[in-house]
């Protein structure tokens, strides 16, 4: 089967740092994202990982571990506009398709 | 950038109707387009996977025959919700899948459309 697994809630401080993790088995593996959603809105592309490593995009950060089956998105200098969903999502190899996680809802506050 | 273009944004509609939603690729042609549904508090759900000219795919648990998936051409995607029940009533998002080429890396991502919120009365 398929498992994608991430915390449901987090709260963190205007400011801090927050990492948040996803855990996943799924049928082959051809990357991982990790996508951002408010309440009612589309998800927005947040970051890509395929190779084992930390890519760094400003404030966000992902980090991935394939042996593992292991991710997590790093947010730094937290704002209160974070607050949101965070989805990570794994495309395996059946036809391109994305499964996600259930998604963490962090808080951030001042 | 690739946009997908979701109509409508939101739907109310009579328990027994059908609803149908559209995703428009406008830029690009969207060979693959995927469907999801969110439930309040929850992830993106697949509910099936369409390709232009072919037969959608579904996934396990997502009646076809109450989910109709069109892919006629390659601009243009539609789910029909067919007699609707209050059960149904839910966030749907179609999603094409693209090749994104960004500051010299490639990677092949996805473009959402901006979703439909669907109440069934």
């Known amino acids: 089967g398929q498992n994608i697994d991430q915390p449901t809630e987090m709260t963190a401080t205007e400011g801090a740092i927050v990492q948040i993790n996803c855990t996943y088995q799924t049928s082959g593996f051809n990357g991982l994202f990790w996508y951002q959603q408010h309440a009612g809105e589309a998800p927005t592309f947040l970051s890509y990982n395929v190779l084992d490593g930390l890519e760094e995009k400003g404030r966000f950060s992902s980090f991935l571990s394939r042996s593992k089956g292991y991710s997590y998105l790093l947010l730094k200098e937290l704002q209160m506009k974070d607050s949101a969903s965070y989805l990570c999502a794994v495309r395996g190899n059946q036809g391109g398709k994305l499964i996600f996680g259930q998604g963490t809802e962090l808080s951030v506050k001042p | 950038g690739a946009v997908v273009s979701q109509h409508p944004s939101w739907v109310i509609c009579k328990s027994g109707t059908s609803v149908k939603i559209e995703c428009r690729s406008l830029d690009f042609q969207a060979t693959t387009m995927f469907w999801y549904r969110q439930f309040p508090k929850q992830s993106l759900m697949l509910m099936a996977t369409?390709?232009?000219?072919?037969?959608?795919?579904?996934e396990q648990g997502v009646e076809k025959d109450k989910f109709l998936i069109n892919h006629a051409s390659l601009t243009l995607s539609t789910l029909t919700v067919t007699s609707a029940h209050p059960e149904d009533s839910s966030f749907y998002i179609c999603?094409?899948?693209?090749?994104?080429?960004?500051?010299?890396?490639?990677?092949?991502?996805?473009?959402f459309g901006s979703g439909t919120r669907l109440t069934v009365v």
């Open positions: 999603s094409a899948s693209i090749q994104r080429s960004t500051g010299g890396d490639s990677n092949y991502g996805y473009t």
């Open positions: 369409s390709n232009e000219g072919s037969k959608a795919t579904y």
